[in-house]
């Protein structure tokens, strides 16, 4: 057997799941839909004494609509948030690029925020919508902003006793853009992508985590230019590192290329871009 | 849970992989495994219905699911229309990849929506094939959906 050996709990409740959190700290990892973490444990790039498998506990299911929020439960799966009509626009466009369908049927929003990996597409949705990542442990929540919740590789700013238990984005219909460029369609990996809402810009699977584009929002902010003049913006402000398909020169002029795309895309749909 | 339609209860090591269990312990060997990290399809299965990687899962995942493998699709005499499909285009030459097509390709015309080759060819790139260019594969999920 491939995975090294460990404890398995599955709690049915949150308060369960929390207890098991904060009693094992850092010993224990939460397993959400397993997409990422399955492939870590059989390569033992992890080695959890215990894992907390999370897909019992219903009340991280839950998707709510409310005063212009909407609110996904950590568990929800990519499947069902694909097929959503109250997401907003961005989540729409974005998610059918996560995985292939195989992996969105098992594939949850929180296991993918959590595992941060720089060229996913969540961190980035999160970060372009100013989204409030709810984390919990018993000793109660607290809200993190999704520029402070991404670190880095895998990195998040999760306490080890903590689980990220909601996401909360505002409901944005118009004004949105999202594009990717990856070897092989739909399902793969970005080797660079970019989105938008409205002024917000961020690029992604450049560098060590999404980037908001600041210089880029301040040039907008200004008045904006044309698509060319956003590009030669964002080429200067993207801070890229080589990966092993792609230089860094290569990912920061596709993805300033991207940005300039995804500004079009936006206005396009009404954005105030 | 149920696998292809027969009750299993047992108790199963936390760390197996439930394309393992599936191979190993109930001797499925059906369901191939490949790259073992989710990228290359060969070992999806039918989960409740939905195609999921069964490399991707712990075999204690599956506690009260139905799972559907190949061995639980049609049979030499009795194939499926999708199995037969598959034959009557040449959709495989080595096969390896075939059980996984399958799964994910049962999915889809469950769906009941009409798809055309282009969106078919994003759907099914979520399994590799090295032998046959995917073409003859895309046809016989194509001819299925009539």
Known sequence: MKPPPFEYHRPETLDEALAIMAEHGDQAMPLAGGQSLIPLLAMRLVRPGRIVDLSRVGELQQVSVAEGRVSIGAMARQRDIEHDPRMPGLVRVAVPHIGHFQIRNRGTVGGSLSHMDPAAEWPAIALALDAVMVAASVRGRRDITADAFMIGPQMTSLEPEELLVEVVLPMRTEGFGFAEVTRRG?????????ACQDKAVVVFGVGLRPQRLRVVEDFLNRGGGTRAEISAVAASEIQATDAIHTSSHYRRVVAAALVGAVIEESQARGGVA | MTVNGSRWSGDVPARQTLCDFLRDELELTGTHVGCEQGACGACTILGDGEAVRSCLMLAVQADGMELTTIEGMGE???????????????????????????AS??????????YSRRELRDMLSGNVCRCTGYEPIVE?????QR
């Open chain 1, 186 to 194: 739909l399902g793969d990996f970005a080797l660079a992508g970019a």
């Open chain 2, 76 to 102: 030499p005499g009795n194939l499926s229309t999708l199995q037969a499909a598959f034959l009557r285009h040449r959709a495989f030459q080595c096969g390896f990849c075939t059980p996984g097509f399958l």
């Open chain 2, 105 to 114: 390709a049962a999915e889809i015309l469950g769906s009941g929506r009409r």
């Open chain 2, 140 to 144: 016989a999920v194509f001819e299925c």
